[in-house]
C-alpha cells in the first residue's frame, strides 16, 4: 500500500530562487501532519506542487502512488488553497454540485447534506456565496475538500478567517477525519492548533525540511519545577523520570513538597530555535 | 465529454447570472432599432438618386450593400466586445482571484478546461453574432428591398471571424492579466482592422506595400481575411459600375480570400488552440 502522500528530494525554483530544495517528506494513511514554516518558506509551494497547480523542477511527488497532477491523482484528493474565492453568484447547493460533477462524485442530495451539516452550513444551503461571510465561505471550501471522500486532504491554512468557534469545529472535522482513514497534511501558522491536533509534524525553513516528527518527541525536557515550603526550586535538564526521585530526596531532607511541574520546550520554542 | 459539458454550463450560467447576456440583449435591440432607422432613412435618401444613363448604377444595390457592410462591421465590433469580456480572465484573471485553482485540482485536466471554456465563449458569439447579422439581413431586405448575394457565407465568416477573436484573447488570458488581455486583444482587433483598410486603400491607388501589408495582416490576423471575404461575397454577384462603387467604400469588400481564407483561418485556429493547451499545461498557477 502506498503513502497517501510521498514527497522525495522536491525542488522548485523561481528564477534565482529556490522555494524548495530537496525536501523528503510521507504522509501515512490516516495520519494528519502539520506543515509549518514561516512565511515563504516553501509549504504553499510544497502543497501547490501535490495538487498539480505547480510544476516541480526537481525531486517526485506521489498522491497514493501516482504522480502528482495526473488525473489519478488528483482523483485522490480534496484541496482547499490558501487564497481561494468560489464564485459569488452561485450558492453552497450550486457550488458543491458542481464539484460533485468535476470530481466524479455519486454521492447526490445526500452527501451535500452531509456535507453541508459537517461544516455546519445546513442553514445556508441556497444563500449565494457572496452573501456569505468569510468563515462560512472557508467552511464551505472545507466541505467541497471533502467531496467523493478523498483519501488524501491538502488544507492550506484552513482556520484563517475564522472565529475561536470555527478553529475549534474544524480541529473536531479534522479529529473526525482522521478516525475516518483520512490522510490530511494541514499547512498552518497556528502552532497550538497544530500541536493539539496533528500526529506529526513537519518543520519547512527556507525550502528545506529542518524537523520532523511527533509534537511530544520534538519537544526536549527543561527541568522539573518543585515548589516546596521554602519556595519554588529549579533542577535544570531534569526530565519526567527524574520527577520521583528528586521528590523523595527533598522529603528526606525534611523538605514539605506541595507541588511538582515537569518542565518542557514548547512546540513554539522548538519551532523558533530550528527556523531562526 | 461530460467534463466540458459541466464546464462550459458553468461558464454560460455565469454569463446568465451575471447579467451579461441580458445587457447584450438590451444594447443589441437598441442598435437594431437605430440600425433599422438608418436603413429606412438611407433608403429614402437615396430613392430620388438619378445616376447618368451610361453608368447603369442601381442606388438600391449601393445603398443595401453599403448599410450591411456597415452593419457587419458594427457586428464584428459588438461580437469581439462580448468574445473579449466572456474570455479576458478566463485563466490568468481568474487564478489570481483564486476561482481557477479549485477546479484545476479537480480530475478534469487543463485541456478539456480550456477547451470547455472556449466552446462556450465562442458558441455564444458565433450565435450572437450569426443571430444580429441575420436581423440585419431582413431589415435591409424589407426595408430597401435588397438581399445580399451569399448572405449565408457572409453570416458565417464574420461569426468564423469572432472565433478566431475568442481563441486569441483565452491564448492572452494565460499570459496576461485580465485587464493587460483586454487591452491587447482590442489593440490587436483594432491593428487588424486597420490594416485591412490600409490593404484597401493600396488596391484602389496600387500600391504594392499596402497591399503587402494587407496580405501579411490577412496572415497573422486572419479574423480580418474573414471580415474582408464577408463584405466580399455580400456582393458577389454584382458586376460593372456598381461593383466599383462599392470598392471605392470601405465597407465593399475589395478582397476576396475564398475558400483559401477559410481554410487558413481553421489552421489558425488549431494552430492557436494547440499553443494554448502547451502554455496552460507548463503554466504554474498561484
Not at chain 1, 21 to 35: I, K, P, Q, R, W
Not at chain 1, 50 to 71: H, K, W, Y
Request: aromatic share 6%.
Amino acid at each position: 500500500m502506498p503513502p497517501a502522500l510521498a514527497v522525495s528530494g522536491l525542488g522548485k525554483r523561481y528564477g534565482s530562487v529556490r522555494a524548495l530544495d530537496g525536501v523528503d517528506l510521507e504522509l501515512a494513511e490516516g495520519e494528519l501532519l502539520g506543515l509549518l514554516g514561516p512565511n515563504g518558506a516553501g509549504k504553499s509551494t510544497l502543497v501547490k506542487i501535490a495538487c498539480g497547480l505547480v510544476r516541480s523542477t526537481g525531486g517526485t511527488v506521489e498522491i497514493c502512488g501516482a504522480p502528482a497532477g495526473s488525473p489519478t491523482a488528483r482523483r485522490s484528493l480534496g484541496y482547499l488553497a490558501e487564497l481561494f474565492r468560489f464564485p459569488g453568484w452561485m450558492s453552497a447547493e450550486e457550488l458543491l454540485v458542481l464539484h460533485q460533477r468535476l470530481a466524479g462524485s455519486d454521492g447526490g442530495a445526500a452527501e451535500r447534506t452531509e456535507l453541508l451539516a459537517l461544516v455546519d452550513l445546513t442553514e445556508a444551503r441556497d444563500r449565494r456565496i457572496e452573501q456569505m461571510s468569510k468563515g462560512m465561505q472557508q467552511r464551505l471550501g472545507l466541505a467541497q475538500a471533502l467531496i467523493g471522500a478523498p483519501p488524501v486532504l491538502l488544507l492550506d491554512e484552513p482556520t484563517s478567517a475564522l472565529d475561536p468557534a470555527g478553529r475549534r469545529m474544524v480541529r473536531v472535522l479534522l479529529e473526525e477525519l482522521r478516525s475516518r482513514g483520512h490522510a490530511v497534511l494541514l499547512n498552518s501558522h497556528l502552532l497550538s492548533e497544530i500541536e493539539l491536533v496533528c500526529d506529526r509534524v513537519a518543520i519547512i525553513s527556507r525550502g528545506r525540511l529542518v524537523a520532523e516528527g511527533a509534537p511530544a518527541d520534538l519537544s526536549r525536557a527543561r527541568g522539573v519545577e518543585v515548589e516546596t515550603a521554602s519556595g519554588v526550586r529549579l533542577f535544570e535538564g531534569a526530565s519526567r523520570d527524574d520527577a520521583p526521585a528528586i521528590v523523595a530526596r527533598l522529603v528526606g531532607e525534611g523538605e514539605q513538597v506541595y507541588g511538582v511541574r515537569v518542565l518542557a520546550t514548547t512546540l513554539e520554542d522548538v519551532y523558533l530555535e530550528v527556523v531562526e | 465529454m461530460r467534463d466540458v459539458a459541466v464546464i462550459a454550463g458553468y461558464a454560460l450560467r455565469e454569463s446568465l447570472r451575471r447579467k451579461v447576456f441580458l445587457i447584450v440583449l438590451l444594447l443589441s435591440v437598441a442598435f437594431l432599432t437605430l440600425y433599422g432607422i438608418g436603413v429606412w432613412r438611407a433608403f429614402e435618401d437615396t430613392a430620388g438618386f438619378v445616376p447618368p444613363d451610361q453608368l447603369g448604377l442601381d442606388s438600391t444595390v449601393v445603398t443595401g450593400a453599403t448599410v450591411l457592410g456597415l452593419a457587419m462591421f458594427a457586428t464584428l465590433f459588438l461580437g469581439t466586445v462580448l468574445a473579449i469580456f466572456l474570455t479576458l480572465g478566463v485563466v490568468r484573471g481568474d487564478a489570481e482571484r483564486g476561482l481557477l485553482q479549485p477546479l484545476v485540482v479537480r480530475p478534469v485536466g487543463r485541456s478539456t478546461l480550456l477547451l470547455s471554456r472556449f466552446l462556450a465563449a465562442a458558441g455564444v458569439c458565433a450565435l450572437y453574432v450569426g443571430l444580429l447579422f441575420a436581423i440585419e439581413t431582413v431589415t435591409t431586405g424589407l426595408i430597401g428591398g435588397w438581399w445580399p448575394d451569399n448572405a449565408v457565407a457572409a453570416g458565417a465568416e464574420l461569426a468564423f471571424a469572432v472565433v478566431i477573436v475568442v481563441a486569441l484573447s483565452l491564448l492572452g488570458s494565460i499570459f496576461l492579466t485580465a485587464t493587460a488581455n483586454g487591452i491587447a486583444v482590442f489593440m490587436v482587433f483594432g491593428g487588424g482592422l486597420v490594416a485591412g483598410l490600409l490593404a484597401q486603400i493600396g488596391r484602389a491607388i496600387g500600391s504594392d506595400t499596402l497591399r503587402s501589408i494587407g496580405r501579411w495582416a490577412s496572415y497573422v490576423l486572419p479574423f480580418e481575411a474573414l471580415y474582408q471575404d464577408a463584405l466580399h461575397v455580400l456582393t458577389a454577384g454584382t458586376t460593372g459600375f456598381e461593383r466599383f462603387a462599392l470598392e471605392l467604400g470601405p465597407f465593399g469588400g475589395s478582397s476576396g480570400g475564398g475558400v483559401g481564407v477559410v481554410l487558413w483561418a481553421a489552421a489558425y485556429l488549431v494552430l492557436i488552440g494547440l499553443a494554448g493547451i502547451a502554455a496552460f499545461a507548463r503554466r504554474d498557477l498561484p
